[in-house]
Structures are given as structure tokens and as C-alpha cells.
């Protein structure tokens, strides 16, 4: 069971995670509507995982994983993306986004971003 | 001798370490003095003995000469002389003596001495004498250099020998082929020891792959005392085989007399087995019908790339071609995402990232007009392979069944109500024959058409009229007529129609017997066929009555009924979530042939409410409401007035905006605002070009379409009523009055 904070600004996006990630039975437990609230309230979570949007009004993903990263550098970020943001993807890996997903979100999806960064997890 | 010469000898003598044996100390105190002008280092002894037991304290090469006189107590210098010579017979020595006697001399000579020097020493003796001396020395120097020089050279070739016998493969054979000598690399090699080698056949270790004309070729170049190179295959005594290239050279004697052969060979068994493997795995991949290609960090193509290959870029060779030019020359957005996506798999040592960095370059591109599949993968050494494979087959396999889909709901919609179709072409055709001169009714009857043609699924029409709204939009309506023109909108209808005839037959369109007929007249045209019918009972009678009956389907309901599936088609393609519409009301209740507009209108309106009524469920959920919009249309009958009433539980009629919009738009003065009731705003909406959505949308938001349908309602006499609320939704509810059936 992972903690995971989720980062979107989309309320749709964060329910549809927060239902899917509980359904695998990890722990939702914290939820920013921005890239500027995800910073302060990663500190203040030290979740095992973020999920973190790429376009954002105030801060974008982007920004809001370098700062992260900047302050925890084993920080694992995985960005939610859609086509066409294919180099802001790169960017994000680059900058230490250890996967992504492309929308719509499902749950295989997750399940495959998830085996990969965390490989010692058993489904 | 010349001042030169001299100057050069006394620089020789200088470094000369010398012994000098003389009993008489004057003597030996003058000669001194003369012998400085030459020497540097000089030892004295008084006498034979003192010279020998001085020379033995030293080691044997410490003195380069000995200077002696002869006659001396204890030990003479003849004595001393033999003595040194037993210990070292290479030592010079000088002797000066008084005897004149050529005999004596001569045995001087005899016994070793190397010069002798009359006395008394006069300085020009001296000179010849040293001058003798040195020149010994130097031949000596000379002689040593060049020993040490071949003895080195002896060295490095017995080495050359040796490495060559270990490490090249090497053997002669007379000039029958029997083997005289083989290498030990070529022991180890083969498998067989030299002493098994020697004397038999080269042909030992021929391997039975080779072909017998290759070694006919070897004979017949080497016979001819000419060089011949090339690979072949050996058998080794274990059974197993070896691959050398060869280099095979007639041998000569000291005598250049041609005796043999000799032959060197290089070991390619492993560049062989690679050789033979890639072309075994390049054998596959032209046999697997795919690209197959690799690339370093230049981008340049490596060789060795698959048929496939060639035939996807259309070329006869891709080698060292640059892979991104090749792939998206056409398509600069996918060839930077290619470029910078590669730049970053090779600069990262991060296998995870690779993959990710992989998993984000374009999958699909066409190429040369075949839809080509592109699959990446990274190899070591910064190599990425690509696997292309063309799926153009599949594509069109996938794009055929799409067509056919949306063929078949065409057609299933335009036959399930031929009257209405040929209704609305009817007025199309008279339409763009007449396109209407008014700019504002031009663009809402073209909008309506829109409308109705996306309802019939007509997809070629519907997407050439919502191209032809954009290029419009700003235009006057002579630019508009010009447009019109070039656009061409009766040959794309005809696209569709042709489709229709195609599968329904040429009548299906081609039926212009149709005018509109009052519902009254209908009916009782209907009712006296049905009293003939009864008196008659014929059978071809009964079946004009069931066509007669199926040339009318003016029920209220099922005219409504087309929205449904177009709303539901609406909210899919706005990502909206919607409950399905449902139509309520008596479904038998008729209504006349001219309130058909009318209910066409309303297309509009139901855009409207899956548009700007409906909110994303984003917000829905914000407002805590039901994250399923909800749209409804019910009809009932009352008194002589039918009411259809289409509401929804969206976001309600914001009047700001309208009011806003419709003061920038002219449509309103500002100073009439405090005038309006907050129905006569809500009015608003059905003025022409007052959409309060920014975006053009391809089925709503030119703010055309509601006021099609208040003009319609106008010619019906009808009524509306706007219910508002904020938040809540809107109500619309329309009242068209029936009882002035056939005016």
C-alpha cells in the first residue's frame, strides 16, 4: 500500500484517481489543485508517490516536480499527461518524473506505471 | 702532425688511464713532465714488481696503457709485461727502451707488446707513439659498436622468429604439396603436432565444404609463382573446422631456386560465424516482411538494414542516411520530437529512462502513402534499432468499417422517414439555387440545414457546410454568393445522395411526386379509401391503404423523437455526461404538415441546452449537483393548443452576458438595458448573432440557430415562455395553436 498525493486541477481527474488508486488499495492522502499547493503539501505528507498534472494554472506540473525534486531528490513523481504533450513528458522525465501516464486514466494503466516504479510491489 | 690533429689526439689521450714503471727517478721525473702534456691520470711504480702488484690491485680493464722501461731491479720490464699479458693478453703496453737491435724489437712485438718507443723519448716519438695507440683504441670502439649492434639485432630477430612460430599460422610444403614445416600456431591450430604434419598432403585438413574448383584455382595461381589470397575452410584433427584467409606465395632457396611453397593464414573463424549469423538473421528479417533498421548518435543508418526496408522508403539504398530525414522529412513537429526524444535515450545512462524516453516517439507516420507502424528499441553501444512494419492494410480495413458504420446509420436514418428526406433536399436544392440575398436568414438557413443533415448522419454535407460557415463568417454577401460558388455545395450533396441511391435505388431520390398535403384532406381522402376498401375487400386496395398510411407520419412523437440519438450524439462529442433525453407526451397525437419547420428548428435549442446548458461534470460536481445533466421535452394537447416543453437542470441563462453581448453586437442600445424586463433579456437569446459562448462549436454557437426557431414559431402564431433560474436550469415552453387547421 502506497501513499499517494494527487496533483490536478481537474476535479473529475482527481476523483477518478482517488477511486481507482483506493480500488487498488492504496492510500489517498493528499489531493492540490496546483502546482504551488502540491509543494506545500508534499512536505508536509511525504507521500510515496505523486501524481502530478502537466498543464496547471499558477504552477505548472513541470515546475512544481523540479521544485519538489529540487528538495527531495528521491521524490517519485508520476506525471498525467495528454497526446500532444509528448515534449513536456520528456522534460518532466528529465527532470526526474519516474512515468507517465497518457489520458483517459485506467486502471491498467496505473497498475502498469505503478509495477514499474515500484517493482518490489505484489500487484 | 697538424695543430689540429694534435689537438684531437690529446684529447684522447687525456681520458687514458696509464701506468707508468720506471726505476730511475730522474728519468721518470722528466718524463713526467713531457707526459703531462698528454695524460691526465698517471700511476707511478719504481720498478717490475711495484708495476705488477699495482696492476693486480686494479681491475683488469682499469688501465687502458702501461708505459715501461726495460731494465729495472727485482722485476725488468720484459718480466712485468709477460706477467700482465698472462692476466689480461688485450693490455696495451708501451715500452721504451735503448736497444737499437731489430731482433729484439721484434720480440718485443712478439710477446704482446703493442709499441715501443726509443729513448731518450723525444717528444715527436711520443706523439707517433700515443698517436699509434689511440688509433688501436678507436678501431677497437669501433669494432665493439658494431658487435653490439648485431648481437642486438641477433636478439630481436630470434624473438621475430619465435613470435612468428607462436602466433602466425604458418607451414611451406615442397613443391608436390607435401608440408616441410608447419608453426606452432599452426599446431595448435590444426590440431596436429608438427611431427604428424611433416610429410603428408596439405590436403589433411581440407574440409569437405570446400569446393574442389577453389583449390583448382590455388594450384593454378601458385603454380604460375603468383600470390594467391583467399578464405577457407579447414578441417582440425578433432573433427571440428577453422576458417583462415590465406596468403599462399611460392618459396625460393638461398639460391632463388623455386623448391615450394609457403603459406601464411590469418584465423577468421569468429568474424566468419558473425558474418555467417548476420546473415542468417538478416535472412529472417527480410523473410518477416518488416523493417528492420539501427542507428547510432549521428542518425546516420547503419548497414545492414532489411529488404523491407527499402521498399517502405522507396529506395535502392538507405545506408548512411540520416534516419529522422528519412522517417518525418514531411512532419517537422514529429521530426523534433524524434530528434530530441533519441538525443535523450543516448545521453542518458538511465535504463528506465530510455524506456520512457522511447515509449514518447511518434508510433504511427506515413510514409510514401503507407501507414507505417514505428516501434523503437535501444541496443548497447548508443544503437537504437527501428522496427517498421506497414499497416496500411489494417488502416483501411479499420477506416472501411468506419465508413460503413456511418453509411449504414445514413441510410438507416434517411429510410426510416423518406418524407422528411425528401423534404429537406427539396429545400436544399432550392436553397443553394436561391441562396437567400438577406446575409442573416442566409446564415441561419444554412445553419438549420447543418443541423439536420448532422441528424440524418449525412456526413459529407454536414462537414462541408460547417467548412463553409467558417469562411463565411466575416464576409458580405457578394464575397458570400462568390464563395458559395467555388464551395460547390450541390456536388458534395450529391456525394451523399449518391451513397443513398446506391443502396435505396435512383426512386428513393428521384421521387419529386411529393407536394404537402393538409392533414385534413389527407384524412379524408384516407377514410373514403377505407369505406371503398370495406365494400370492396380488395386485396391491391388494402395495399395502398398501408402505403397510403405510411405517406403520413405527422405524429408529434415521432417527429420529436429524432433528437434523442442527436443529443446523445451531441453530449459524446462535447464530452458532456448526459441522462438520454426522453420525449414524453401522447403518441398519437397528429399535428398539421406546416408545424414540420418548426419541430426541425428546435435542433437548435437542444444544441443549446447540450452546449451551454449542460455544464462539464467537473463543475456539476463543484456545484454538488448530479454529475449526469439532465434534458427533457414534453408535448401534451390543450384545448386547441399543443405545448412542448424542453428543459434541462444546466448552469440557466446568464443575462449579464447576454446583455453585454448584445450591446457589443448593436443589437441593443446600453441606454435601453434599464428598460428590459428580465424576461424581454432572456429574449435575447433569440436575437441572431448573440451566442454567449466564445468558441464556434460545429453544431452551435453562431447565434443563428435560436433565432430560427422563434422565426418559425412566428409563422405558427406560437407563444414562448422562458423559465430561468440560475444554477437550476431553464424551461422553455412553447404554445402553437391548432385550431386554424388549413389556413
Redesign the interface.
Known amino acids: 500500500m502506497l501513499n499517494i498525493m494527487i496533483v490536478d486541477d481537474s476535479l473529475i481527474i482527481r476523483k477518478t484517481l482517488t477511486t481507482e488508486l483506493e480500488k487498488m488499495g492504496h492510500n489517498v492522502v493528499a489531493t492540490a489543485k496546483s502546482g504551488q499547493e502540491a509543494i506545500d503539501l508534499y512536505s508536509k505528507h511525504m507521500p510515496d508517490l505523486v501524481t502530478m498534472d502537466i498543464t496547471m494554472p499558477i504552477m505548472n506540473g513541470i515546475e512544481a516536480l523540479k521544485r519538489i525534486k529540487s528538495n527531495y531528490k528521491g521524490a517519485n513523481i508520476m506525471m498525467i499527461t495528454s497526446h500532444g504533450e509528448e515534449k513536456l513528458v520528456m522534460d518532466a522525465i528529465s527532470s526526474g518524473a519516474k512515468g507517465y501516464i497518457l489520458k483517459p486514466i485506467t486502471q491498467e494503466k496505473l497498475e502498469n506505471v505503478l509495477k514499474k516504479i515500484f517493482p518490489q510491489l505484489d500487484n | 702532425m697538424d695543430k689540429l690533429s694534435l689537438k684531437h689526439l690529446v684529447e684522447k689521450t687525456k681520458k687514458l688511464k696509464i701506468l707508468y714503471v720506471e726505476d730511475n727517478q730522474e728519468t721518470r721525473n722528466q718524463a713526467v713532465k713531457v707526459f703531462e702534456n698528454f695524460l691526465d691520470h698517471i700511476d707511478i711504480a719504481i720498478d717490475g714488481l711495484d708495476g705488477l702488484t699495482q696492476y693486480k690491485q686494479k681491475t683488469t680493464n682499469y688501465y687502458d696503457l702501461i708505459i715501461s722501461d726495460i731494465n729495472m731491479p727485482n722485476m725488468n720490464g720484459m718480466d712485468m709485461s709477460e706477467e700482465i699479458l698472462k692476466i689480461n693478453n688485450e693490455q696495451h703496453i708501451l715500452i721504451i727502451t735503448a736497444h737499437n737491435n731489430p731482433e729484439y724489437l721484434q720480440e718485443l712485438i712478439n710477446i704482446g707488446i703493442t709499441n715501443y718507443i726509443h729513448k731518450p723519448v723525444r717528444m715527436d716519438n711520443l706523439i707517433q707513439a700515443f698517436a699509434k695507440v689511440i688509433d688501436i683504441f678507436d678501431k677497437k670502439n669501433q669494432a665493439n659498436q658494431e658487435f653490439n649492434k648485431i648481437s642486438k639485432l641477433n636478439h630481436e630477430l630470434d624473438a621475430l622468429v619465435d613470435s612468428f612460430d607462436t602466433y602466425v599460422i604458418a607451414s611451406r610444403t615442397d613443391l608436390k604439396g607435401k608440408i616441410t614445416y608447419a608453426s606452432k600456431a599452426y599446431e595448435i591450430i590444426s590440431g596436429y603436432k608438427e611431427s604428424e604434419l611433416i610429410g603428408q598432403p596439405h590436403s589433411i585438413v581440407r574440409h569437405p565444404d570446400m569446393p574442389s574448383l577453389a583449390f583448382k584455382q590455388l594450384w593454378d595461381t601458385i603454380k604460375k609463382e603468383k600470390l594467391w589470397i583467399g578464405e577457407v575452410k579447414n578441417l582440425k584433427k578433432d573433427g571440428t573446422f577453422y576458417w583462415v584467409e590465406a596468403h599462399i606465395a611460392p618459396y625460393y632457396n638461398a639460391n632463388g631456386e623455386h623448391i615450394g611453397y609457403s603459406a601464411i593464414r590469418l584465423d577468421i573463424t569468429s568474424k566468419k560465424r558473425a558474418e555467417l549469423l548476420n546473415n542468417e538473421i538478416i535472412n529472417l528479417l527480410d523473410n518477416a516482411g518488416q523493417g528492420f533498421l539501427s542507428f547510432g548518435k549521428d542518425f546516420k543508418l547503419n548497414q545492414g538494414f532489411s529488404k523491407e526496408c527499402l521498399n517502405i522508403f522507396n529506395k535502392i539504398d538507405i545506408f548512411n542516411e540520416n534516419i529522422s530525414e528519412l522517417l518525418f522529412f514531411d512532419d517537422s513537429i514529429k521530426k ?2 524524434f530528434e ?2 533519441i538525443s ?1 535515450v543516448m545521453n542518458t545512462t538511465d535504463d ?2 530510455k524506456e ?2 522511447l515509449s ?2 511518434p508510433k504511427e507516420h506515413i510514409i510514401n502513402n503507407k501507414d507505417i507502424k514505428i516501434k523503437y528499441k535501444f541496443l548497447q553501444n548508443n544503437i537504437v534499432m527501428i522496427i517498421l512494419t506497414d499497416i496500411t492494410n489494417t488502416k483501411k480495413l479499420e477506416s472501411k468499417i468506419i465508413k460503413q458504420n456511418q453509411v449504414q446509420k445514413m441510410i438507416v436514418s434517411v429510410a426510416s422517414n423518406k418524407n422528411d428526406f425528401i423534404d429537406i433536399k427539396n429545400e436544399f436544392d432550392n436553397f443553394i439555387l436561391n441562396i437567400p440575398s438577406d446575409l442573416t436568414i442566409l446564415k441561419r438557413e444554412l445553419h438549420t440545414f447543418k443541423g439536420v443533415f448532422a441528424q440524418k448522419e449525412m456526413v459529407y454535407i454536414t462537414n462541408s457546410i460547417h467548412q463553409l460557415e467558417s469562411k463565411i463568417i466575416d464576409k458580405s454577401i457578394i464575397e458570400i454568393k462568390q464563395i458559395f460558388q467555388k464551395h460547390n455545395l450541390k456536388k458534395i450533396f450529391e456525394k451523399d445522395l449518391l451513397i443513398i441511391s446506391s443502396i435505396l435505388g435512383e426512386e428513393f431520390i428521384t421521387e419529386d411526386e411529393y407536394f404537402p398535403v393538409d392533414i385534413n384532406s389527407f384524412e379524408i381522402l384516407k377514410e373514403k379509401l377505407e369505406i371503398i376498401n370495406s365494400q370492396l375487400n380488395n386485396n391491391l386496395l388494402n395495399d395502398i391503404i398501408v402505403d397510403f398510411n405510411k405517406l403520413k407520419d405527422d405524429f408529434l412523437y415521432s417527429l420529436l423523437n429524432v433528437y434523442p440519438p442527436l443529443v446523445k450524439k451531441m453530449a459524446l462529442s462535447l464530452n458532456k455526461e448526459i441522462y438520454p433525453l426522453t420525449i414524453l407526451g401522447d403518441k398519437s397525437l397528429k399535428i398539421p404538415n406546416k408545424f414540420k419547420p418548426f419541430i426541425k428548428s428546435l435542433i437548435h435549442l437542444f444544441n443549446n441546452c447540450v452546449e451551454h446548458g449542460i455544464e ?3 463543475c456539476r ?2 456545484s454538488s449537483k448530479n454529475e449526469f445533466g439532465t434534458i427533457k421535452c414534453n408535448f401534451k394537447k390543450e384545448q386547441n393548443n399543443i405545448k412542448i416543453i424542453i428543459s434541462d437542470d444546466g448552469q440557466g441563462i446568464d443575462t449579464n452576458k447576454l446583455l453585454l453581448k448584445a450591446i457589443s453586437t448593436n443589437t441593443i442600445m446600453e441606454n435601453q438595458i434599464n428598460i428590459l424586463s428580465e424576461e424581454e433579456k432572456l429574449f435575447l437569446v433569440f436575437k441572431d448573432n448573440l451566442s454567449t459562448k466564445e468558441n464556434i462549436s460545429m453544431t452551435s454557437g453562431r447565434g443563428v440557430g435560436m433565432s430560427a426557431i422563434k422565426s418559425e414559431l412566428e409563422k405558427l402564431n406560437g407563444d414562448i415562455k422562458i423559465n430561468n433560474s440560475i444554477n437550476n436550469g431553464v424551461e422553455f415552453i412553447f404554445t402553437l395553436p391548432i385550431n386554424k387547421i388549413g389556413e
Open positions: 523534433d520530437l530530441d526524444g535523450r528506465m529512462m520512457l524516453f514518447l516517439l462539464t461534470s467537473d460536481i463543484d
